[in-house]
T-cell receptor, first 114, second 111 residues
Framework: GNSVTQMEGPVTLSEEAFLTINCTYT??????LFWYVQYPGEGLQLLLK?????DKGSNKGFEATYRKETTSFHLEKGSVQVSDSAVYFC?????????????FGQGTTLQVKP | EAGVTQFPSHSVIEKGQTVTLRCDPI?????LYWYRRVMGKEIKFLLH????????ESGMPNNRFLAERTGGTYSTLKVQPAELEDSGVYFC?????????FGPGTRLTVT
């Protein structure tokens, strides 16, 4: 079945460090891929998405490229800030058309220290 | 425009009791989803409504869980009787198209 695997956390970085959070998936076909973020005390927010192979999603300095050959969608940011401290979830869309469930990874907690 | 809201934000109940969680989707969104995150693990799908109909309830763990969506507006998720393993954060999401918008979640603790 479809599944998503994320790197174990927590990840602790100093401000301005480079961030990579690994995400790999198993799926039939070519699902759309997402990164969601949950800031402390808030709900999940869509951070970025990619709907087909080789697409690059980007937002707020974060980027992720849909790699079909390695079934990966790693999240990167060149210089993290304290305000990026949150839990990050990789997900794939399972379904046809515009509806259908999301399948999530286990989440990776990022803590950025000043 | 108001986002997805959930009530309560926290609930602490004893094993064997009943709890009802509520979700109010974004106005006009036909699709409503329930998800659950248990013990810091992955967020798991529970079920999907299209308007008032259950489109997919393959993720519902057992018959102690009952979800309804009266009139295709808000939805409730009732757990009866609650067990210790039901503890976790319950998220609701709604969509009209591709992107799902999530609520802040209800943290349920069963003691």
């Amino acid at each position: 079945g479809n599944s998503v695997t994320q790197m174990e956390g927590p990840v602790t970085l100093s401000e301005e460090a480079f961030l990579t959070i690994n995400c790999t998936y198993t799926a039939t076909g070519y699902p759309s891929l997402f990164w969601y973020v949950q800031y402390p005390g808030e709900g999940l927010q869509l951070l970025l998405k990619a709907t087909k192979a080789d697409d690059k999603g980007s937002n707020k300095g974060f980027e992720a490229t849909y790699r079909k050959e390695t079934t990966s969608f790693h999240l990167e940011k060149g210089s993290v800030q304290v305000s990026d401290s949150a839990v990050y979830f990789c997900a794939l869309h399972h379904g046809s058309g515009n509806t259908g469930k999301l399948i999530f990874g286990q989440g990776t907690t990022l803590q950025v220290k000043p | 425009e108001a986002g997805v809201t959930q009530f309560p934000s926290h609930s602490v109940i004893e094993k064997g009791q009943t709890v009802t969680l509520r979700c109010d989707p974004i106005s006009g969104h036909d699709n409503l989803y329930w998800y659950r995150r248990v013990m810091g693990k992955e967020i798991k799908f529970l079920l999907h409504f299209v308007k008032e109909s259950k489109q997919d309830e393959s993720g519902m763990p057992n018959n102690r869980f009952l979800a309804e969506r009266t009139g295709g507006t808000y939805s409730t998720l009732k757990v009866q009787p609650a067990e210790l393993e039901d503890s976790g954060v319950y998220f609701c999401a709604s969509s009209q198209g591709f992107e799902q918008y999530f609520g802040p979640g209800t943290r349920l603790t069963v003691t």
